[in-house]
């Protein structure tokens, strides 16, 4: 089931109803918006397509481009689809947004339409900008979210495991600086870190520094060994290249 009808006129803002068809495909998947051209199958009796689709949709876009309103004679005409759609939709109580299309399409005015169509003007419009089309489409898809709470959920279901290698993190309330990476050089507050070539690991603990440790459990030896169990207030400071010392010298 499509979730938002397009409503458009050949002629007339049928590029910006691929569009919006396109962008919405994209976020919500291929078959949550219907536009007549692409979602009504060769062959299909397509008035009762039309209807049945959009009674079962959750949200009406009417695209309305530069010469919209120049056709008088169709939108007074009875059977006209631009003008069904519309009456249908107010007639199922379905949300109707107007989407201007173009930088220069003014919005509508209750004298030049029908007064079964006036409505229209009265109706909060957005509008879609060729030439700002990434931020429009982008800001029209954030107001079906809002519009349509199915897609909504849709888009914010959970997300599938990060692949192998990645870098992912949770947080909650963070007050200063927070920094994801997996290789960093810099400092981030009062912690200095430079060129590491594995894991770098700062916070409370204790840092017990020597040639061998054992804690926990836990035995540590090595050239530069650091290890942080409790507070820690200080300077940190290695020393490497000196002469080596075997472990179970310990004069």
Same mark, same amino acid.
């Given at each position: 089931?499509a979730d938002v009808?397009?409503?458009?006129?050949?002629?007339?803002?049928?590029?910006?109803?691929?569009?919006?068809?396109n962008e919405?495909s994209?976020?919500? *998947?291929?078959? #949550?918006?219907?536009?007549?051209?692409k979602?009504?199958?060769?062959?299909?009796?397509?008035?009762d &397509?039309?209807?049945?689709?959009?009674?079962?949709?959750?949200?009406?876009?009417? !695209?309305?481009g530069? =010469?919209?309103?120049?056709?008088?004679? #169709?939108?007074? =005409?009875?059977e006209d689809?631009?003008r069904?759609?519309?009456l249908?939709?107010?007639?199922c /109580? +379905?949300p109707?947004?107007?989407?201007l299309? *173009?930088r220069t399409?003014?919005?509508?005015?209750?004298?030049?339409?029908?007064a079964?169509?006036?409505?229209?003007?009265?109706?909060?419009? !957005?509008?879609?900008d060729?030439?700002? &089309?990434?931020a429009? +489409?982008?800001?029209?898809?954030?107001?079906?979210?809002?519009m !349509?709470p199915?897609?909504?959920?849709?888009?914010?279901?959970?997300a599938?495991a990060?692949?192998?290698?990645?870098?992912s993190?949770?947080?909650g309330?963070?007050? *200063?600086?927070?920094v994801q990476?997996? %290789?960093?050089? /810099? %400092?981030?507050g009062?912690?200095?870190?430079k060129?590491?070539?594995g894991p !770098?690991?700062? $916070?409370?603990?204790?840092i017990?520094?020597?040639?061998?440790?054992?804690?926990? $459990?836990?035995?540590?030896? *090595?050239?530069g060994?650091t290890?942080?169990? $409790?507070?820690?207030? /200080? =300077?940190?400071?290695?020393r490497?290249? /000196?002469?080596?010392?075997?472990?179970? %010298?310990?004069?």
């Amino acid at each position: 089931m499509a979730d938002v009808f397009i409503n458009y006129r050949t002629g007339d803002g049928n590029e910006t109803a691929a569009l919006i068809d396109n962008e919405l495909s994209n976020r919500f *998947g291929k078959d #949550r918006a219907f536009r007549a051209s692409k979602s009504i199958p060769p062959g299909t009796v397509y008035p009762d &397509a039309l209807l049945t689709s959009l009674r079962r949709s959750a949200l009406l876009l009417v !695209v309305i481009g530069a =010469d919209w309103v120049n056709f008088q004679s #169709r939108l007074r =005409d009875p059977e006209d689809w631009v003008r069904k759609e519309i009456l249908e939709a107010f007639a199922c /109580g +379905l949300p109707v947004v107007p989407v201007l299309a *173009g930088r220069t399409t003014e919005r509508l005015k209750k004298d030049d339409l029908p007064a079964d169509l006036a409505r229209l003007a009265e109706l909060q419009s !957005v509008r879609l900008d060729t030439q700002n &089309a990434e931020a429009d +489409l982008k800001r029209l898809g954030d107001l079906v979210t809002e519009m !349509v709470p199915e897609l909504h959920d849709l888009e914010h279901a959970d997300a599938p495991a990060s692949e192998p290698g990645s870098v992912s993190n949770s947080s909650g309330d963070i007050h *200063g600086t927070a920094v994801q990476s997996r %290789d960093f050089t /810099g %400092d981030v507050g009062g912690t200095v870190i430079k060129g590491p070539t594995g894991p !770098v690991h700062s $916070g409370n603990g204790n840092i017990y520094q020597n040639s061998r440790h054992v804690s926990g $459990g836990r035995h540590y030896s *090595g050239d530069g060994m650091t290890n942080f169990e $409790g507070d820690h207030h /200080g =300077d940190i400071r290695h020393r490497f290249g /000196g002469p080596g010392q075997r472990e179970d %010298d310990e004069r």
